[in-house]
């Protein structure tokens, strides 16, 4: 228990840390991996992390980076349906943007955009940007819950401003990168 407490207190400690001194940097980064966390499954330790900073601060500033990222992934994969000629691959990132888009990102990831890597790719970028923004602008949530396109309701409203153009953000820069790449 106290080893645990001290372990959680640490990372906790050194997330906020980084994101205090260098608000922009530390979204930057933490927003161009955070997909690579969920294809090794390592994103749900990050939950406790989001639990601690929200008892300790009254907010979290790394859930809403997860929500951009969501919608990131759906992005670059929405593209792929213009940019395809295969009518499956076609069927399936429509159907993988719209659950990347409610906040389950493993059927864009691992049925469309990891298999073709540049939507992937371009994806972590839109995401990176987008959290250097927000971090930037100090945008956090009262709580986490779902990701994507719905996760605007876990921000603060006063944050809002910011997280939105973010969302423009994650919407646009995968979608245009994927489609040039593409053709």
Partial sequence: GPLTFYLGNA??????????????LGGLIYGGVYALLVVTGMHHTFLAVDLQLIASTGGTFLWPILALSNISQGSAALAM??????????GMSLTSAVSAFLGITEPAMFGVNLRYRYPFIAALLGSALAAALISFHDDKASSIGVGGLPGFLSIFPQNWGAFFVGMGIVLLVPFLLTLVIGK
Wanted: proline share 0%; no cysteine.
């Fill in 11 to 24: 990372i906790t400690g050194t997330f906020v840390g980084l994101f205090d001194e260098f608000a922009a």
């Fill in 81 to 90: 349906m213009f940019v395809s000629r295969e009518e499956k691959v076609k």
